[in-house]
């Protein structure tokens, strides 16, 4: 049975900074999209010239990508913090893609796709993500039996 030493497996400087962005993202996005689309509803109920939904269009389409780039954000740091948790409940020092569906109740490959990005931001610190051979998170600075790392399956 494994013991984990007092570790936080969530980086939570890069995560601060992405709420941040995340929320500055959805402030300014979604008052440019309402604005933008009600100047598109305005052209088309004739209160403004059918010639300018053009200008329009071109402007509400990046700041609803804003808004939901931000709203993708969210979801990613919410995914990242039920990783955590997950790999606070591990044994050995490995959280195997059996275990992750499990938990998750999504399959193999949505997690793994998921992982990837999460890895890629930087949210997840002392562990990696193992893709190759059997799928699973490593962590770093697990305890166990006197031993540190990863519980090795020759160990076990």
């Not at 700041?63 to 948790?85: D, K």
Request: aromatic share 10%.
């Amino acid at each position: 049975m494994g013991i984990q030493r007092n570790i936080r497996y969530l980086n939570e400087n890069i995560v601060s900074a992405h709420i941040v962005m995340k929320r500055i993202q959805m402030v300014v996005g979604g008052l440019l999209s309402l604005f933008f689309l009600f100047g598109i509803v305005e052209v088309l109920i004739g209160e403004i010239e059918r010639r300018h939904i053009s200008v329009y269009l071109i402007f509400f389409i990046p700041s609803l990508l804003m808004f939901w780039r931000a709203v993708r954000t969210g979801m990613l740091i919410e995914s990242a913090r039920r990783y955590e948790m997950i790999i606070y409940g591990a044994r050995d020092g490995i959280v195997t893609a059996e275990e992750l569906e499990l938990k998750m109740g999504k399959p193999g490959y949505k997690i793994f796709r998921e992982l990837e990005k999460i890895f890629r931001k930087g949210y997840l610190q002392n562990c990696a993500l193992q893709r190759g051979g059997d799928p699973c998170i490593i962590i770093y600075d697990m305890v166990y039996e006197g031993n540190t790392g990863p519980r090795l399956k020759d160990e076990m």
